[in-house]
C-alpha cells in the first residue's frame, strides 16, 4: 500500500509541478519581473491620483515622466560598462531561474499529492473509494485550503512590498489551512448539525481572528500590478491544484482496484 501511496504521489506530483511551472512562465513570471525592477528602482510608478475624468494634472504628469527619465538615465550609465557581460551572462542565469522555479514547482506538488494520496488512503480505511472525479473535488478543497482561504488574509506577494513578521505570518497560514482543511472535511463526510456547526466554526475562526498585518500599506510596485499578480497566482493555483486532484484520483483508483 505505501508504495502504491508513493508512486501515485510522484507521478501526480511530477505531473502538477511541470504545469504550474508552464503555467508560471506565461501567466504569473511577467508581473513578476516587472516587480523585481521597480524593487531595484529601474522603474517609478506614478504615485500621485488621477483625477475623475482619468487625465493627469500635465505638470504633475510631466515631472513625473522627468523622473522617469533620470531613472531611466541613471541606470544606463551605471550599466554601460558592464553591458557586454551582461549580454552574455543574461541567458545563463535566466534559464538557471527557469530550471530552479521548475524542480521547486515539482517538489511542492510532490509533496501535496501526498497528503493527498494519504488522505485518499484514509478514506479507503472507512470503506470510501476515490476516483478521478473524487480526486478533483480534493484537488479544488486542497486549493481552498492551502491557497484561497489563506490568501483572504495574506494575499500574493511581490517583490518589494512590506509585510508583517514572518513567523507570525507562518503561524496563521499554517493554522489557517490546518483549520480550512479540516472544515472542508467535516462539511464533505460529517453528519449531524453539531459537525456542520463545527465545521463552520473552523472555517471562520483564522478570518475572525484576523492575519497578522502591518498599521499601514507600502510598496514600491503599482498597486494595479499587485492585484494582477495576485490573481493570477490564484487562477494558475486552481487549475494545478484541480489537474493533481484529477490525476491522484485517477492513479490511486488504478492502483486500489487490483489490489
Do not use: C
Not at 107 to 115: D, E, G, I, N, S
Not at 237 to 246: I, K, Y
Request: glycine share 12%.
Amino acid at each position: 500500500m505505501i508504495q502504491k501511496m508513493l508512486a501515485s504521489a510522484l507521478f501526480a506530483g511530477v505531473v502538477a509541478g511541470l504545469l504550474a511551472a508552464l503555467l508560471q512562465f506565461a501567466f504569473v513570471q511577467k508581473p513578476l519581473l516587472l516587480a523585481e525592477e521597480y524593487e531595484s528602482g529601474a522603474l517609478v510608478h506614478f504615485q500621485g491620483v488621477a483625477p475623475a475624468d482619468g487625465s493627469h494634472d500635465a505638470a504633475t504628469a510631466e515631472a513625473d515622466q522627468a523622473g522617469q527619465d533620470a531613472t531611466a538615465q541613471d541606470a544606463a550609465a551605471h550599466d554601460a560598462d558592464s553591458h557586454e557581460h551582461a549580454g552574455e551572462e543574461a541567458a545563463p542565469s535566466s534559464l538557471k531561474r527557469n530550471a530552479l522555479t521548475g524542480l521547486f514547482l515539482i517538489l511542492v506538488y510532490t509533496a501535496y499529492a501526498a497528503l493527498l494520496v494519504a488522505g485518499f488512503g484514509l478514506a479507503l480505511v472507512y470503506g470510501r473509494r476515490i476516483g478521478a472525479r473524487e480526486g478533483l473535488l480534493w484537488g479544488i478543497a486542497g486549493f481552498a485550503a492551502f491557497q484561497l482561504a489563506p490568501a483572504l488574509g495574506l494575499a500574493p506577494e511581490l517583490p518589494g512590498m512590506l509585510a508583517a513578521e514572518a513567523g507570525a505570518r507562518q503561524v496563521w497560514w499554517v493554522g489557517t489551512a490546518l483549520a480550512t482543511a479540516t472544515g472542508l472535511g467535516l462539511l464533505a463526510y460529517g453528519r449531524g448539525p453539531l459537525v456542520v456547526a463545527l465545521a463552520l466554526a473552523l472555517l471562520a475562526a483564522p478570518h475572525l481572528i484576523g492575519a497578522p498585518t502591518l498599521e499601514g500599506f507600502a510598496g514600491v510596485a503599482p498597486p494595479e500590478l499587485a492585484a494582477i499578480f495576485a490573481a493570477r497566482v490564484l487562477g494558475v493555483g486552481l487549475v494545478v491544484w484541480a489537474v493533481l486532484g484529477w490525476t491522484a484520483g485517477a492513479l490511486w483508483s488504478k492502483e486500489t482496484a487490483t489490489a
